[in-house]
């Protein structure tokens, strides 16, 4: 069918269990055959490409398939020719330089002449000539913290996610390199039919996306505190108010961004907000 989408997804890795969590929550069926290298959807003109993170964007370059869920990081270091159709906020990351923890680092320029052991040697590169340094990048695709310890190199640039595996190696992160989160690419010239199959898929995973990143709230307010609510709640041009039984009370509902009310719940409370709910939402559609 010339509307069917390929989609490339990691087989095994960080990535694939937030992919394919992504694509069920779109409403989206298929089955994962153990070992199998293909899969299709039941209700949605989608097929499921599992291949190595590091290989998606080759793939989805040369069209073998259309689109492709990759960490930011691994399209960058590939420099291929795709489109970015949409970040999708799961295995955000960073790439960082660290360097070990008794080294009296102060600036960018203490990485002059230095040795740098990294999986990602272009993203490296790219940074280091911004900055005007001349470092010996040391290329290796593995177990990079360990380098600096077993005397391969005197620094790493490397993925870091809290930071407990450079602490572990003895190493502090002292440059932040490039911040990464799973993307969505797509193919640059993909026909009409498949254009609109993306573009429903786009719309749905919006939906998705901005549903988890909102709750809907619900309190109970004494009547005459009702503006000074509405005036806290941020973004909100109309929240519904529902009478109470019990007079002088309404029951007050909206939406708002889940940090966001995380940053105003005590002036909440202070303005005399009672019996604070706070509900996940579905699906979103604007
Ligand atoms: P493959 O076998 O497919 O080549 P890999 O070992 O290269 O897998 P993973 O470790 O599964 O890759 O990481 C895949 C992507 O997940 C990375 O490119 C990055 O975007 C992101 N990532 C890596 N480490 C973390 C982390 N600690 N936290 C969050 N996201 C991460
Ligand atoms: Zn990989």
Redesign the pocket.
Known sequence: MENVLRLAV??S???SDDSLKLIRECGISFTQAVGKLKSEAYNFPLEFLFL???DIPQYVAEGIADIGIV?E??LLETGENVQLVEKLGF???RLAIAVPRDFGYESVEDLQEMSIATSYPRILQSFLDKHQIQAHIHEISGSVEIAPSIGLANAICD?V?SGSTLMSNGLKEVELVFK?E?ILIAHPQLSEAKTQTLNQLQFRIQSVNRANNNKYILMNVPNESIPKIIDILPGMKSPTVVPLAMSGWSSLHSVVQEDEFWKIIEQLRQAGAQGILVVPIEKMIL
């Open positions: 990691q087989k890795g960080r990535l190595r993170d590091d960490g990081n691994v295995s955000k990351c993925i996610s990464s799973a």
